[in-house]
């Protein structure tokens, strides 16, 4: 990489810091590109250079955050296929752990789920972290219909209501915590939480 593409690329991850820092702060809606510009010590000429407008630096700021839950699911049903409901615990002990310990994704979390106001919300980078892939909630709902299939899926609760309601939950605990991080510690009590998740979804004997 030569020096002068070098210097371009640290300018635009300091855009992106500085971006994050003031979307945190004060909401995206409330946020310049004056402000930007301002907290990362550049132009706004410099701003433009890298980026088209401000909906372009937030796509890039929420590109800079892997979300890895296609991983997370393809890699739970790899080692557990054969124990859908240990499976499920799995994919949901890992997604919070995710948000405990990853700061970068709990603060692009954070700006999505509380510093976004409602005529951004149609954002559709929005949706890689607040929602699963369809190929994830395909294999959510599979592991659910298998869990059914063995007699571990609560009565009358169908594979598709089970999937809604396992992924409502997880980003109800998201949000919440996320308000406010230090109200209670997620990462002692995420554990506890999925445990009732699961007692509601599922027969007492597959727990």
């Known amino acids: 990489m030569s020096r002068r593409k070098a210097e371009a690329e640290r300018t635009r991850e300091t855009i992106l810091d500085a971006a994050e820092i003031q979307f945190l702060a004060q909401g995206v809606s409330r946020t310049t590109l004056a402000h930007i510009a301002t907290a990362a010590g550049v132009t706004r000429g410099a701003i433009y250079w890298h980026f088209e407008d401000k909906a372009a630096v937030f796509d890039a700021l929420l590109e800079r955050v892997r979300v890895p839950l296609?991983?997370?699911?393809?890699?739970?049903?790899?080692?557990?296929?054969?124990?859908?409901?240990?499976?499920?615990?799995?994919?949901?002990?890992?997604?919070?752990?995710?948000?405990?310990?990853?700061?970068?994704?709990?603060?692009?979390?954070?700006?999505?789920?509380?510093?976004?106001?409602?005529?951004?919300?149609?954002?559709?980078?929005?949706?890689?972290?607040?929602?699963?892939?369809?190929?994830?909630?395909?294999?959510?709902?599979?592991?659910?219909?298998?869990?059914?299939?063995?007699?571990?899926?609560?009565?009358?609760?169908?594979?598709?209501?089970?999937?809604?309601?396992?992924?409502?939950?997880?980003?109800?605990?998201?949000?919440?915590?996320?308000?406010?991080?230090?109200?209670?510690?997620?990462?002692?009590?995420?554990k506890s939480m999925i445990e009732t998740l699961m007692r509601g979804l599922l027969v007492e004997s597959a727990l």
């Open 70 to 190: 296609d991983e997370i699911v393809d890699d739970a049903v790899v080692r557990l296929s054969d124990s859908p409901t240990q499976c499920l615990q799995e994919i949901a002990h890992s997604a919070l752990s995710a948000i405990c310990y990853n700061l970068p994704l709990q603060r692009a979390a954070t700006i999505v789920l509380h510093r976004c106001e409602k005529l951004e919300d149609d954002h559709p980078r929005i949706s890689m972290i607040t929602q699963l892939s369809e190929h994830s909630k395909a294999r959510v709902e599979q592991l659910f219909e298998q869990a059914k299939l063995s007699g571990q899926l609560r009565q009358g609760l169908s594979p598709a209501s089970a999937r809604l309601q396992f992924h409502s939950f997880l980003i109800g605990i998201c949000f919440d915590w996320l308000q406010d991080p230090q109200q209670f510690s997620l990462a002692d009590e995420y």
